[in-house]
């Protein structure tokens, strides 16, 4: 009995003290979310108090997940751009070209040297002005913190002089200004300390109140913003993975926007009267990627006639309800190097007769079928539900696939261990080409897990690193388009489009093709 | 006198449905109309009419055809994993119980370990643990049903191991694996298939939730945990999607617990 | 016992396929090279025997160090200790309502055992029983969220929001609970003792209230240590369905994420919380059962 009775008080003061440990950051959220849900339960929107604007805003983790407010680390500086809290040098446009943004002009004067001068009077959110050698200082602190940084944009070396930036790169860079958009580039002050909770101090319209990791971020307008006050004071932002309770939350009222929405659950939005849906083609495209180690897979009939089965028609119409546009080619046709138009496609449509035929002649039939293994991520229900309607085709003319799904594809992909890999990519998030052709395309492609080589695709990747004009790139991406749309290592599916949702309370949105941005100082909202 | 035949009746009447049930989730699959995983997009969303008597899901997939389809994984999934867990749970209790000693305290402790675990978080850590599949959702359903078994039938073996006639069976010179499978076998029987009865639906729902947290059997399934899940993206589109697979769950669970009631009312009787 | 538990939940983890260092690394985002695995793989001393291991990690526990999340890189003890309480209110509050339904309904049905009310009782009970957790939710959700408009959909620590998730849990649990709560009071009723007191002239209010429900309130309370078990795993389920922010949630997500220091430390959390409840019922059973108790005086 003594020793029971020991047990039970160790046990429970051990419950109790970790408990009441964690009741402390639970009881703050408590005071935090209470407010807000008192809000809520007036079913209004807009919080009157004092007569301030509130905008709150709905995504998945893979929209709003931030592990930290740290623009250096991993990839938080993607969603700190998203949030509204961090800028970039040069900002894309709605073509996904760079602007200057936080730079007022600048200059190429050599092939390897840019000179950068930066607008006057911007300061971070902490009062520090914002000069060539916080820039210069705050990139130095990434470069050392993030080893993409490096992998992204190769800099030799930096100077700073008052307003003046020089950045020296180790060989000609025709696209700095895309890279220099990589919200990873984000200018922070990084000679303050940075907050374990809130972050870095950046230059963007909101500054953060709030944060708890994966989860939400509450923020204040900065009345200091260099582009103009914004228009609402307050925002938050929830992330919510799952789908349906994002959509009845707006359908409730709770939030008033859900970025990134899944194109299925467009049709619940309707409603014009109510809700807008925002939309603009982005660069991300599903794709299937061909191993081409595997022996069935090296003969590039198989590949095409795998190519053939997918109704990517269908999958564009139905699955991702008509915001998607089937891709018979690479890039989206909203770039200037994309699109089919002039190349010649063995493949450029859904033809399940045709492939049997190819199947055939390769000496496999439904009897006697050709397995493949077939990977994707378990998350991602685009690629799921194309996986489900491609593998019963597949199996009628043939080729019997088997699925599996994975949280993590790196290992596998890399140990080679799969025969089709079913992915989703943005193809060209800063509007750079070389960006997927250095991953995909090249022989020795940080991406290429199929082990394509073409030694006149690698040809062309090298002249287009050094090319600088415009339509010469666009010439030199299009042949390589030929000459992968010939070799079908990769077979394109689909482009999607970004979708935001807001009700009608709502307006000043701006639906960037990049994915980097969300939050700007054009937003304002009802009462 | 009446009442005893009623129930006995009752139990007859509820293990023919349920074979049939089993029987007939085998014969159906070759027997459907729509295939259940050929995929139909223009098809999709429909809700239930002349064509799709239960509607068709998100890729045009006729959703009666696909519940009848996953009806035989839930079914048979189930009943061999609870006739596996059954014959290992009562080995470990028998030894335990016969053997005594520092077998059986060994082997109860490890039991009670497992029990400190509420079992559906046990459940999911395992399936979590060994990743998705059907074989590695049963595995992990079977380490956290197996302890009832275990414990249940080491209690009988040792309520019955002293009473008379296995005394006299011992004073007969039987040895102790014939006065096992002779004796105390048969008698500790009936209350264990009662709870295998129960534990089959149980099992189901448990398969199922398993499944709709998405550590059930791989794709592409027919599974009804995994469809529902799938669905709830689509709810507000196409409610009928969870509602049917949720209603084939129920009246399926309903079925198994009235065998398992009934099995019980006849051996409480009889 | 507590190195039972502490065991198990460690050769679980000890035992899942998956490179601990390549998750950890892919995780920052960081393409692996085979050198970069191995000296991760030393830091995590991953390369030491297995008792090593297990001896280091109890350690750490005892510490309170339940080691870093590889999905956040964030120490899973604070993860935990934000979430679980979380978790408790909800479990809390849907027992309360639970007891609150069903001891009075179970009651009744026991005293007017037979009776049509009873039957129809019986019979919900045995349809929600036969329920899984996650349908009712969904319907629930579909119905009062969206058609009525009644309740949010989003979980949040206020009263609104506690009571769909509770609904759920509440509802399936009561429909087991009644049950038991009935046959306990029954077989109660049947005691000998019983015709006893109504020989005396006691009415039937005063035998029930008096004494049937006195001598059960030990069985009752320890269905309560059960009940919270399959409470504690239903709330896996509902927490990921309405978003709530507690440990049942963190867990599936860790799971899907194979986040092994996050499920590792769920586990023996869920174990060691269960435990103690348990191990509280049966130290308040002789309190509370008054028959138990005057034997002990005697």
Redesign the interface.
Known sequence: MKKKLLTIAVTAAMVLGLVACGSNGGNNETKAVETSASETAAESVVSEDDGEKTLKAGATTGFFGAESLDPANNWDGWIMSIYGISENLFRLDDNLAPQPWLVDSYENTDDTTWVFTLKDGITFSNGNAVTAEAVKKCFERTYSNNTRAASTLKMDSIEADGQTLTIHTPEANPTILNDLCDPMFGVYDAESEIDPELGASCTGPYVATAFTAMTEVKMDKNSHYWGGEPAIDHIELKIMDDVDALNMALQNGEIDMIAQLPAASASLFSDTDTYTIGAATSTRSQFLQFNLESEALKDVNIRKAISMCIDREGYADVVFAGYAKPSYGIYPDTLSYGGTEGIDLSVDKYDTEAAKALVEAAGYTPEKPLELKLVTYSYNTGLLQMTDMLQPELEAIGIKLSIETYDVLDDVLQAGNFDIAALSYALAPTGNAQYLINMLFVSDGTDNYGHYSNSDVDADAQKLETTFDTSERDAIVKDLTQKVVDDCPDAFIASQQLLIVYNNKVTGVDVNPSEYYLITNTLDIAE | MKKKKMIKVRLIILMVLCAGLLLGAWIVRGHLIH?P???N??Q?FQAPCREYIFGTD???RCVACRILYGAATSLYAAVLAVIAVFIIGTAVGVTAAYAGGIVDRILM??T???Q???????A?????????GLKNSVLALGAVYWITYAKLSRSLVLSIRDSEYIRAAKICGAGPTAIIFKYILPNMVSPLIVTAALDV?SFI?SM??LS????GP???TAEW?AT???A??????A?WC?VFP?LA??VT??IF?LLGDALRDVIDEG | MIIGITFLSFLLSYLSPGDPAQILLNNQGVKASEEALQSTRHELGLDRPMIVQYGDWLMDLCKGDMGTSYKSNRPVLNEMTAKIPGTLILTVTALGVTMLLSIPLGTWCAWHAGGKADRLIQMVTYLFASLPSFFLALLLMYFLSLKIKLFPVIGSLSLKGLVMPVLTLALTLSAWYIRQVRAIIRKEMQGSYIDGLRARGMSERQILFGHVLRNCRGPLVTLIGISFGSMLGGTTIVESIFSWPGVGKLAVDAITARDYPVIQSYVVWMAVIYLSINYLIEFLYPLLDPRTGRRRQK
């Open positions: 295939e995983f050929r995929t997009v223009r999709a998100n890729l045009g402790k490890i009670l370990v497992f400190a675990f509420p079992n559906f978080i046990l999911v850590a395992v399936a979590g643990m060994l990743g998705t639906s729902l199922a939730g709709f947290l998405g550590l791989s794709r592409p945990g529902m899940s799938e709830k993206t689509f709810i507000q589109q409610p969870i949720g769950l129920l669970v309903v617990n």
